[in-house]
């Protein structure tokens, strides 16, 4: 069963920007912190974005000052803006709900040089 589906991923030039959006199932995104995860070919998972249901967030330091996560709650969407993109953001990014340990299949983000 579907319960986050992430989309908005793509292959861009270094420099540019993308927005990914995170879908939940309604009881998994209400009230609750949700995350954003990436992992690069080889490389373990990485924590990326955090955003609790009141709004705070915090960043992982290699994407600080370039990644943004909010979301709407009517909309029970999550979103990671990503700007002045660097081939070492490439990976597949991941939403996660802690408080379920619930994940998304991943969307495919590609940084050429």
């Known amino acids: 069963q579907v319960q986050l589906l992430e989309f908005g991923g793509g292959l861009v030039q270094a420099g540019a920007s993308l927005k990914l959006s995170c879908l939940p199932s309604a009881s998994i995104f209400s009230r609750n912190t949700m995350e954003w995860y990436r992992q690069a070919p080889g490389k373990h998972r990485e924590l990326v974005a955090i955003?609790?249901?009141?709004?705070?967030?915090n960043y992982a330091d290699s994407v600080k000052g370039r990644f943004t996560v909010s979301r709407d709650n009517a909309k029970n969407t999550v979103y990671l803006q990503m700007n002045s993109l660097r081939p070492e953001d490439t990976g597949v990014y991941y939403c996660?709900?802690?408080?379920?340990?619930?994940w998304g299949p991943g969307t495919q983000v590609t940084v050429s040089s």
């Open positions: 955003i609790a249901s009141s709004g705070n967030t």
């Open positions: 996660h709900a802690p408080r379920f340990d619930s």
